[in-house]
């Protein structure tokens, strides 16, 4: 099972940006998919990001689409996600997860089987 460790999370001022790293403790081949999520208390976990490792097509939520970014270094090992013009609602809990047999680029976070320990965000107004 592939181990993921999140990073670059952080405390910023609505409007601002955040790039969060996700290092893979292999080299990513193959073909299934990596996502972002994120977890806000007292809500479920919701999908932000999802990228097929085979062809770098990329799944967001609509309202998500216009200031979120994934992408994939494989060279590195890493999954990206840029965050643009944030607002203090996207403050959560940020998760990377990887499907190993994943068919399709879907958001839900039950059919994802491997989770790295989360990198906190808080936007403030």
């Known amino acids: 099972q592939v181990h993921l460790q999140e990073s670059g999370g952080g405390s910023v001022q609505a409007g601002g940006s955040l790039r969060l790293s996700c290092v893979a403790s292999?080299?990513?081949?193959?073909?299934?998919?990596l996502g972002w999520f994120r977890q806000a208390p007292g809500k479920e976990r919701e999908g932000v990001a999802a990228i097929s490792t085979r062809d770098g097509h990329a799944n967001y939520p609509t309202y998500l689409l216009a200031r979120f970014e994934v992408s994939l270094d494989k060279a590195k090992n890493t999954l990206y996600l840029q965050m643009n013009r944030l607002k203090p609602e996207d403050s959560a809990m940020y998760y990377c997860a990887e499907w190993s047999s994943c068919y399709s680029l879907d958001l839900i976070a039950d059919r994802y089987d491997s989770w790295g320990q989360g990198t906190q965000v808080t936007v403030s107004s």
């Open positions: 292999r080299i990513i081949v193959g073909d299934y998919c």
